[in-house]
């Protein structure tokens, strides 16, 4: 078959250098990490990251050009690192070959390109005020940090809370959590499949969930923007935990109080914030999936 052209050819020299500075940026993350994990040193917060994100450190640390990007063959290290079947070397170049990809990986693409859009499209919430967490703890039916943070306000002032607030959760992989008797609470049943009807921009796990389908996306969107979206997770899961009813002090967070009011328009602030951060990466990544997908199929390249 004949390859797309590429956008952008980057010498051998230019494109070592980048690998080496994502690598590095990557390390600052994933050294601390592995430290920790070692140790048995759980931490509320950021084993989110690597526990219901299921990206391991290693891939997170690996490089990966994007789509429409060339690589200068360096034999000594890029027909190690760029091998098929997603690469392909090609009159001395190394580039993501879209060939590759079978009827079952475009269609879980193209649903995630279309779910992303709709996201994209639809009005921003910005009402929750992140009771969720609360949701969560209601009654006391599962703690799931319980062993690592303490709650900071009595049970029966929690489940007060939850009872004397609107809850209208849009995202399924929140709600899935919710205690059983806080689910009939919510304005919307949510299920798996109707994902696409109720996911909006100004949902801080929606917004958070980009780290996951950017991942799900590689190596065609490439690393840089799998970065981008992983600080953003990385931001956004801090505001939803300094939001929860767990006391993390211990860990160098200040609380969120939604049980106030000024508290309230603190993570309304903070959610909005984490929105106009991740609308660019969103689109980004649509774009790319327009891309990839509007290439024919073909059978694979030979080198």
Not at 82 to 111: A, E, M, N, T
Request: charged share 20%; glycine share 6%; hydrophobic share 35%.
């Amino acid at each position: 078959m004949t390859l797309p052209d590429p956008s952008t050819r980057l010498p051998a020299a230019q494109w070592q250098s980048l690998r080496e500075t994502h690598q590095a940026r990557a390390r600052e993350w994933t050294v601390s990490c592995r430290d920790r994990l070692a140790r048995g040193r759980p931490h509320p917060v950021h084993d989110f990251l690597t526990t219901y994100y299921q990206h391991s450190l290693g891939k997170l640390e690996a490089w990966h050009p994007g789509l429409g990007i060339a690589l200068e063959d360096a034999p000594q290290a890029s027909r190690k690192i760029f091998r098929p079947p997603h690469y392909v070397l090609h009159d001395g170049w190394i580039q993501l070959d879209p060939s590759c990809l079978g009827p079952k990986q475009r269609g879980r693409l193209s649903w995630m390109r279309d779910l992303l859009a709709a996201t994209r499209d639809r009005p921003g919430q910005f009402a929750c005020h992140g009771i969720h967490e609360w949701a969560m703890v209601y009654k006391g039916h599962e703690l799931r940090h319980g062993s690592t943070v303490p709650l900071r306000l009595p049970q029966a002032e929690i489940d007060a809370f939850v009872e004397s607030q609107p809850l209208c959760c849009t995202h399924f992989d929140a709600f899935r959590f919710f205690a059983p008797d806080a689910r009939p609470r919510n304005k919307i049943q949510l299920g798996l499949w109707s994902r696409e009807d109720n996911e909006q921009p100004g949902c801080l796990h929606a917004n958070m969930d980009l780290y996951k389908w950017s991942y799900k996306a590689m190596p065609w969107i490439g690393s840089s923007l799998l970065w981008d979206c992983f600080q953003l997770a990385l931001a956004a899961r801090e505001i939803d935990m300094r939001a929860s009813a767990y006391d993390l002090s211990a860990y160098g967070y200040t609380p969120i109080p939604i049980e106030t009011e000024a508290g309230r328009r603190e993570y309304e602030a903070a959610q909005q914030a984490i929105a106009e951060r991740a609308a660019p990466l969103r689109q980004q990544l649509i774009t790319t999936l327009d891309k990839l997908l509007a290439l024919p199929q073909n059978s694979p390249a030979t080198s």
